[in-house]
């Protein structure tokens, strides 16, 4: 398993990495972490053995900067893409309320996430987390528990990011397929809009911008009427 894991390392071009929690449970006699509180999920758990721990501000930071560090020792030519994930806690085990130990978590893996950007050249942050739970976007893409993404909440993320990082290339020299392929997930449709949409098109090849439009737009509630174009270009093989 870990040779695979190196070699993932050794030859991705893009880690993308979602920083969930602060909160952990630890083995106090190796000082490795659980994926999951012992007992819980599996196993046993046992006081003397099995320690919880918030890992702080200095700690985070010095743990994702030795992993950046580490990965790009063996890969110099690797980026980075960091995130946090705006799922908010569901329960604690610190002293804390679960609202204020779930701020506290995701403010510091937020600030250590900025700090690690700033720092390194070949790392970049997206902001998943700002597009879900900032205010300004009026709660619009939760669940009805306030906690999980609504499918049209992980649709608009992924639009915004795949727009961000897989610009479309010139579409001309391109077959039917590769346009198809080229254009997928590259348009989103503004949040205030609503109601039926009628496309315009100018000119139609393979009809790639069209599907990626109507794709777009229903993907953020808006039903398409049709579509309307001046003229038909040959096909494309």
Do not use: C, W
């Given at each position: 398993h870990l040779t695979r894991v190196r070699h993932l390392f050794e030859t991705a071009s893009v880690f993308v990495c979602t920083l969930g929690l602060t909160e952990a449970w630890m083995n106090s006699e190796s000082s490795f972490t659980y994926p999951a509180c012992p007992g819980t999920v599996r196993g046993t758990f046992i006081p003397t053995k099995h320690v919880f721990k918030n890992f702080s501000?200095?700690?985070i930071t010095s743990d994702l900067?030795?992993?950046v560090d580490q990965v790009t020792r063996v890969n110099p030519s690797?980026?980075?893409?960091?995130?946090v994930s705006p799922v908010p806690l569901v329960a604690t085990r610190s002293e804390k309320n679960v609202l204020l130990a779930s701020s506290y978590s995701k403010s510091v893996l937020r600030a250590a996430a900025g700090e690690i950007e700033m720092n390194n050249s070949n790392v970049?942050?997206?902001?998943?987390y700002e597009i879900i739970s900032h205010a300004a976007s009026f709660g619009q893409y939760l669940d009805s528990d306030l906690r999980g993404v609504t499918p049209r909440g992980v649709s608009h993320v992924m639009d915004c990011f795949i727009s961000s990082y897989?610009?479309?290339?010139?579409?001309?020299?391109?077959?039917?397929?590769?346009?198809?392929?080229?254009?997928?997930?590259?348009?989103h449709s503004k949040s205030y809009l609503?109601?039926?949409?009628?496309?315009?098109?100018d000119l139609v090849t393979t009809g790639a911008t069209i599907r990626e439009?109507?794709?777009a737009l229903r993907a953020s509630g808006i039903a398409v009427a049709g579509a309307v174009t001046a003229c038909f270009a040959e096909p494309l093989r």
């Open positions: 501000l200095a700690e900067q030795r992993m690797i980026k980075f893409i960091l995130t970049d942050y997206f902001p998943s897989l610009r479309p290339k010139d579409q001309s020299s391109l077959d039917a397929i590769e346009r198809q392929q080229n254009i997928y997930h590259s348009f609503s109601g039926r949409a009628i496309i315009i098109d439009s109507v794709r």
